[in-house]
């Protein structure tokens, strides 16, 4: 933990003014709204006044914080796109807290850990979201170009909130984003829509989402294709034939299961949001439906 030692703002690890001997490249800092951590990268702005915290490689280390980088902003908290990073944030719906974590393009980075550009994840109270790495669990993962087909495993666990969601904030790079829920087998485009909203409990498995750049192995959505819909208490379906029929609630936990061949079925479920899973021997889709009394 370091002090901004000016009565100004500082830009951090800017160009050549900084000395960094074992340290690594991304900083981080207290987001007091967000009640987390938010990592600062090269050229990132410490507000007047704020503590930051480093992340050192052995007992020998050093770093020079330069009278050049220092800078006339007053703001209490600095907040600014980037040409080259994807942003998520993950926090409860209440909005009392919040997580980020990002992906970023760094020449000289791989897609594995680098300890001078990646950032290992450091929790604070928001729920706990990050990019896993092999052994590493990361708030900023840097690679060196962002490319269809790209997979990201990220892990999630719950505070004390039920209800959760997670936002795609920002995202420069012009290949679709898709989210998959592990738990509950839903994919969301987060292109189209940038907002997921999930429950979890006690006991979810850690490793609960995909990132996936593209389309490589997922459909592309069709707004207009609908393979189930709720109307009052019935479940109707818009394909004949044989299928297996399973409903989920928000918190991945099946309620019903059947193979039938109608193409309606009785809804014996309170209002609420549930995921239906149709699988037949050609396809399996999901549809999410909304049960009104």
Known sequence: MLGNPFPSALKWNESTYWALSNVAGTAKIWHCTNNAYSDINSNGIIPISQGFMIQVNGANNSITIPLASRVHN?????KAGDANRLLLVASPTDGSSAQESVIRIEEGSTNDFDFYYDSRFLAGYAPLFYCIVGNEILSTQAVPSIEEGMEFLYGF???DRQEFKIRLAENPFPMRVYLEDLKTGVTQCLSDNPEYVFTSV???AHN????????VGIDEPNPTKVFAYAVGKQLYFTFGGEKRV???NTAGQMLMHLTTAQNQIPLPL?????IVRITTDQQTVFNKIFIRK
């Open 74 to 78: 007053n703001t209490a908290w600095y």
């Open 246 to 248: 399973e409903i989920f």
């Open 208 to 215: 609960r989402f995909k990132l996936h750049m593209g389309s």
């Open 202 to 204: 006690e006991g979810d």
């Open 270 to 274: 309170s209002s609420g949001i549930y």
């Open 157 to 159: 666990i719950k505070n």
